[in-house]
């Protein structure tokens, strides 16, 4: 992924990321993938931009799902730019929904996914720089210089998974 340019209300870097990836992560689980490796994202004055569905309402981003790239207005609060990002990031994942009905059927699921992305992308914010500590740590200090490799025994500590839809295994009839 490729960010360009600068946000103007103070909204960092990593918001901007783990909403992307949050986004992407939920369109991907339901068969609507974002190539996040090519995905270009400019940030820009869009202040001058018309609407072409809402000539009052303004622009807040544009997508184009052909190159992959999403241009995001540099002049959004938080929460309005996580719709934003959302929004124009369904653009790319699901391309069209039918003629005359893009923005209906796009912001009605931005509406209904947004609750849904939002505990993701906090965990991606909330963790960022711990996370990036465990793989800098990782390279550095984890290694068994030169002694036999194995496994740490620790990966299995339990953290309580749950599985809501448990596999059934069907009984076998005589």
Known sequence: M??????????????????IHATAIILEYHNYPIDLKTLRV????????????DPDAGVGGLA?????????SCWMNKENLASTIIHELIHIGC???GEGTDEKCTSTLTAKLKKEIQPIAEILIEGTYRRAAFFA????????NGNKDFYDKSQWVKVGVKDKYKSKVKKETA
Do not use: P, Q
């Not at 490729?2 to 909403?19: D, F, H, M, Q, V």
């Open 2 to 19: 490729k960010i360009t340019g600068k946000l103007k209300k103070r909204i960092s870097k990593e918001y901007l990321r783990a909403w």
């Open 42 to 53: 400019d940030i820009l004055d869009l202040k001058d931009r018309v609407n072409r569905i």
């Open 64 to 72: 184009w799902s052909g190159l992959n790239k999403i241009a995001i």
């Open 95 to 97: 391309v069209e929904f």
């Open 137 to 144: 740590h990782t390279k550095i200090a984890y290694r068994n």
